[in-house]
């Protein structure tokens, strides 16, 4: 369904660990795929070297663009602020509005399908999945038909917005991830962005807490 | 209706004839603007400089961003690949394609909403027009209906996005800039972006149309 029709597709792709499951599903689906990266001065642009190292292990054509001016309108969130602390623990819906970063998927999206209008190609494909939901309103299914239904008009060529992981959790990406032997090593999640998982940022809970309904090993460094 | 319940917003300013005239409109409503020029890298960037000198003369803040690298997926298309040439004469079908930059209205209107969601403003306003529907996909209406849609839900704070211009012709523009004494001259619209406007690309054979058909004097100076 969501990958038959397509044999061709931009993946916007983080180097986290929904966005490296998902390129690794496409890939088992026989699907082309070129990658892009954006760094939007996001804090744990971190995340971008691993996109890299994934990538390169793969033979994945990824384009990196540094859009980091972006910054300097993406306002009152912890990943594009200096002054505003990544909070830690479980999110609260207060500390989770925190870490939204305005408009976000709309803007990589665009991007995206701007390049695949270019290239001809057929989708964009993206990792949003359901524990997203509940935290950023630019995950919900509602959402990303959307903008599905902009990039589908936007040129004479139709360009499709797929989220294959849209109805799963973390731990079924976990899941899927172990099935298709994902390095999950060489992902990154954490928001603070340092040289270890922090281990206590809401991210890094989520990350260990998949692993653990899983009921798979967690091979993530942490800091704690 | 258009801008009756808009008190704040953000305009997607280009420095061109028709984003010039509707800040203008604007001001004369009583909206609070801010206006956002973005450079992706278009050969035509010379039009920012006049966006720059407009707003400075009005006092309105114009926040102008770098995004040039952008344009390293931008394929296909005489605005920001160097080796296709600018099309010359009235627009025919297989010239005015080689202009559109891929879905490049999403892409700016998406910033320009995380901007207005990260500043609680309500609106982005955009300056498409009813010429602009032959030649570009994403100036139609039934396209800026479908951004509107996901300005909607992107966040907990929702934005409109508001194309006032949508019915007007090139002409009736005009004709409102000069009520409301707006410096034609000091606008841009040539897609060759040299010193001065070629008068033979199909923005200035637009531009010179619009002016006669309006029976009003047209201060530009051109090269022919």
Redesign the interface.
């Known amino acids: 369904m969501l990958y038959k029709l397509v044999m061709k597709g931009v993946l916007l792709y983080s180097g986290g660990l929904d966005s490296s499951v998902l390129l690794y599903k496409l890939i088992s689906k026989g699907i082309e795929i070129q990658a892009?990266s954006l760094n939007y001065g996001q804090r744990h642009s971190r995340e971008l070297q691993q996109a890299k190292e994934i990538c390169q292990a793969l033979g994945v054509n990824l384009?990196r663009?540094?859009?980091s001016?972006?910054k300097?309108?993406?306002?009152?969130n912890s990943q594009t602020c200096a002054d505003i602390e990544v909070p830690e623990g479980h999110y609260t819906e207060e500390s989770m509005?925190l870490t939204?970063?305005?408009?976000?998927?709309?803007?990589m999206?665009?991007?995206a399908?701007?390049?695949a209008?270019?290239?001809k190609y057929d989708a964009v494909y993206f990792a949003a999945h359901s524990g997203d939901h509940t935290i950023y309103?630019?995950c919900?299914p509602?959402?990303i038909q959307?903008?599905d239904?902009?990039?589908r008009?936007?040129?004479?060529h139709p360009v499709r917005v797929l989220a294959p992981f849209s109805q799963l959790s973390k731990t079924d990406i976990v899941r899927l991830g172990a099935k298709l032997d994902m390095p999950f090593g060489k992902t990154w999640s954490c928001y603070k962005g340092g040289e270890r998982h922090c281990g206590k940022c809401g991210t890094c809970v989520e990350r260990k807490e998949a692993f653990a309904k899983a009921e798979l090993p967690d091979p993530t460094l942490y800091e704690d």
Chains 1, 2 share one sequence.
């Open positions: 892009l384009k663009l540094e859009l001016p972006l300097e309108l993406l306002l009152g509005k939204v970063v305005p408009n976000r998927n709309m803007m999206l665009s991007i399908i701007a390049w209008v270019g290239l309103p630019d919900r509602e959402f959307a903008v239904a902009c990039a008009i936007c040129d004479w």
